[in-house]
């Protein structure tokens, strides 16, 4: 059960937020303290998940007991609250350790988002301290990573499926393990000690696949020099995993068929029927019903294969393992590179739950390695991530089109002449590229907050940044004046 500690001296707001926080429907415990000095008790007795606290109070201010808090626990989360035109306070304990703000008088769709997003960043920090003080393990099956309800049901089937040879089908987006899931398969299951023999079907030119699964006879056509043993046969006691399943062609998928129905094959130029004793994993990124109905998939053989469906979800939709994933190739992948890589920062880790991960698994395994090479000292920051996942790149997310209906009439105001005067080359091309960047940001964010009416919650949605880092952005340009 999620604990939020509200504070403030003045019980007429504690009472509204606790009020307000119950009708969240999301079953907080909801307690009290009426300053500094009762809240740092309350936190000592009790494991909150989160902290609203006002920043002036009686005995001991907001800010005194934020810093007093982080130091007997440093994970907790505080959220403050502030009165309006005190941004310089909000920013000083956002630095001290603040998660984040909202001002009096506060808007209360604001404050049910603020503390949603608190209450999701204290359940993945409490999810990385349980992975950490048990283990990784606790959240993986062989190779395969993951604590979201779907991927346990992939362990579940995958446990279940273990001590029978029935066929298997996996499915999933290119990137999503399904290799993993099929090696994981034999690796558990009785034929573990006999071969696991992979064949990428796509990979194959298709006047090879046959001789490739099946084998062939010496002379059976030009350059058969040799008799040669297919994966099938190689296979025998053992798995045989068929990946791209959906991209084999149809006289193949009826020789598939045949095997998978009679446990026998021929190889290529041979009447001599060869019996197989396996099992057949087969995975695709393919809807291989759709393609059924459009006759470009046996209807008998997707039966065949489809015995225990097991269905990977794509990365955006299993955003709580993506924690468990960066430790796991952290862990992986630091004594490989030599480093000693031990924690993503607040800001870095963030994006990497943001980015919608359209290369799955295999993307952020690829990112990972990159960043722990890069990445200067022991903590991954912001700066080391690649464009793309820091948002720097318009690859990074889709585009906003028709979110900010007025630029198109502050363009007039964007005016890079003097950045982009080609008669003065006296600043570097990194400082000249910087302050076009910078120019072009302010621009946005303050095209932005004019069309949300200067509502920072909505405007950081809309720029898909966090609140924090529009009010960094804010301050950095100084757009507050021009808010006020």
């Not at 059960?1 to 119950?22: H, P, Y």
């Not at 209450?119 to 062989?142: F, N, P, S, T, V």
């Not at 029927?273 to 059924?292: E, I, P, Q």
């Amino acid at each position: 059960m999620s604990r939020i500690l509200v504070v403030d001296d003045e019980e007429n707001i504690r009472f509204t937020l606790k009020e307000l926080l119950k009708r969240e429907g999301q079953g907080y415990i909801v307690d009290e303290a009426s300053d500094g000095k009762a809240a740092i008790e309350s936190v000592g007795a009790q494991d909150y998940s989160v902290v609203i606290m006002d920043i002036r109070m009686p005995r001991m201010d907001g800010m005194t007991a934020l810093r007093e808090m982080k130091r007997l626990r440093p994970e907790i989360i505080v959220v403050l609250i502030t009165a309006h035109g005190t941004q310089k306070v909000a920013l000083e304990a956002i630095q001290a350790g603040a998660w984040d703000y909202f001002t009096k008088p506060f808007d209360l769709t604001e404050v049910r988002v603020v503390v949603r997003r608190a209450m999701e960043k204290a359940r993945l920090m409490r999810l990385i301290r349980e992975m950490r003080d048990q283990g990784i393990h606790r959240y993986r099956y062989d190779r395969i990573i993951g604590q979201s309800d779907s991927m346990q049901e992939v362990f579940n089937l995958v446990e279940r499926v273990l001590d029978n040879d029935v066929t298997v089908l996996i499915t999933g987006e290119s990137g999503t393990g399904k290799e993993l899931v099929a090696s994981a398969i034999h690796n558990n299951s009785q034929r573990k000690d006999k071969p696991f023999i992979k064949v990428n079907t796509a990979a194959i030119p298709e006047s090879l696949l046959e001789s490739e699964l099946f084998g062939h006879e010496r002379g059976a056509f030009t350059g058969a020099v040799a008799q040669k043993v297919g994966k099938v046969e190689a296979a025998n006691g053992g798995t045989l995993f068929l990946d791209e399943i959906g991209d084999m062609t149809l006289p193949l998928q009826a020789k598939l068929l045949r095997m998978l129905q009679e446990r026998e094959i021929e190889r290529v130029g041979s009447v001599k029927v060869v019996k197989v004793d396996l099992r057949v994993v087969a995975a695709t990124n393919r809807d291989l019903a759709r393609m059924v109905e459009k006759n470009e998939f046996r209807e008998d053989l997707y039966y065949r294969l489809n015995v225990i469906p097991i269905h990977l979800p794509p990365v955006r939709k299993r955003r709580d393992d993506i924690p468990l994933l960066i430790d796991f190739f952290i862990e992986r992948y630091n004594p490989k590179l030599n480093r000693n890589i031990s924690e993503v920062s607040e800001a870095a880790l963030q994006k990497l739950l943001n980015y919608s991960w359209p290369g799955n698994v295999r993307e952020l395994e690829n990112v990972m390695q990159r960043v722990l090479l890069l990445a200067q000292g022991t903590t991954i920051q912001l700066e080391d991530l690649p464009p793309t996942v820091r948002g720097d790149s318009p690859l990074a997310r889709p585009p906003m089109s028709g979110d900010l209906p007025e630029a198109a009439e502050m363009l007039r105001d964007l005016d890079l002449s003097s950045l982009l005067d080609t008669s003065d080359f006296n600043l570097a091309l990194a400082d000249r590229l910087q302050m076009i960047s910078d120019h072009i940001e302010k621009f946005l964010i303050r095209a932005a907050l004019k069309t949300k009416n200067g509502h920072r919650q909505e405007t950081a949605d809309l720029l898909g940044i966090s609140r924090k880092s529009l009010h960094n952005k804010m301050v950095r340009y100084g757009l507050f004046s021009e808010d006020s």
